[in-house]
């Protein structure tokens, strides 16, 4: 059974950072063998994509969160990390960790993130 669970979230003031921790719990899921994706989602309206990382280490972003977000992956953690910079009142939502176990969704239960502006 594999268990995302996110970290880190809280409330900071504009152009402040945070970082965003996906670990997995059920001690059977390696980070480093998958694709790790970070979603958010604010109230009413659908979970976007904000960055990914593959087995490779290839990243990906949305154009909103390019050159101020950093994905990143510590395999002896076994974590997915989300650095987050410059943060803008417009990135306040609930961040998801994701990925796809044997073809079927997996998401943790998303942490909080608030930017006050």
């Known amino acids: 059974q594999v268990q995302l669970a996110e970290s880190g979230g809280g409330l900071v003031q504009a152009g402040g950072s945070l970082k965003l921790s996906c670990t997995e719990s059920g001690g059977i899921f390696r980070f480093s063998f998958n694709t790790i994706s970070w979603y958010r989602q604010t109230p009413g309206k659908q979970r976007d994509f904000v960055a990914s990382i593959n087995q490779v280490n290839s990243t990906n972003y949305a154009d909103s969160v390019k050159d101020r977000f950093t994905i990143s992956r510590d395999d002896v953690e076994n974590a997915v990390y989300l650095q987050m910079n410059s943060l803008k009142p417009e990135d306040t939502a609930v961040y998801y960790c994701?990925?796809?176990?044997?073809?079927?969704?997996?998401w943790g239960q998303g942490t909080q993130v608030t930017v006050s502006s």
């Open positions: 994701h990925t796809i176990y044997f073809r079927k969704n997996k």
